[in-house]
């Protein structure tokens, strides 16, 4: 069975940065595609980014291109979210799932099992 497991959240100040980690076990990590997704009170879950088992692709949209870094680290089965120049909007819990399809898609329709999330706090 794929677990997930988030750590790294906390408080910042606007303009700082965060490093969340994703770790998993249950199958092979290499095989791992690892989408990330955040949710605030009120509103559905969203795509932050993703990146593929394959070829280690990303994909992010667009309102962290730029400032969020996904990388992977398969001996460590750790897969990271770099966060700079944070912004009070960035401000939610973060997810972090599994897409067993491999395509790292923005829908979330597709993403099988997750992590408890982590909260980040951005603060003005």
């Known amino acids: 069975q794929v677990q997930l497991v988030e750590s790294g959240g906390g408080l910042v100040q606007a303009g700082g940065s965060l490093r969340l980690s994703c770790t998993a076990s249950g199958r092979v990590f290499r095989m791992y595609t690892i989408g990330w997704f955040r949710q605030t009170p009120g509103k559905e879950r969203e795509f932050v980014g993703s990146i593929r088992a394959n070829d280690g692709g990303t994909h992010y949209v667009d309102a962290v291109k730029g400032r969020f870094t996904i990388s992977r680290d398969d001996a460590e089965n750790t897969v990271y979210l770099e966060m700079n120049s944070l912004k009070p909007a960035d401000a939610a819990v973060y997810y972090c799932?599994?897409?067993?399809?491999?395509?790292?898609?923005?829908?979330?329709?597709?993403?099988?099992?997750w992590g408890q999330g982590t909260q980040v706090t951005v603060s003005s």
């Open positions: 799932a599994d897409d067993s399809l491999g395509a790292g898609t923005e829908d979330i329709r597709l993403y099988d099992y």
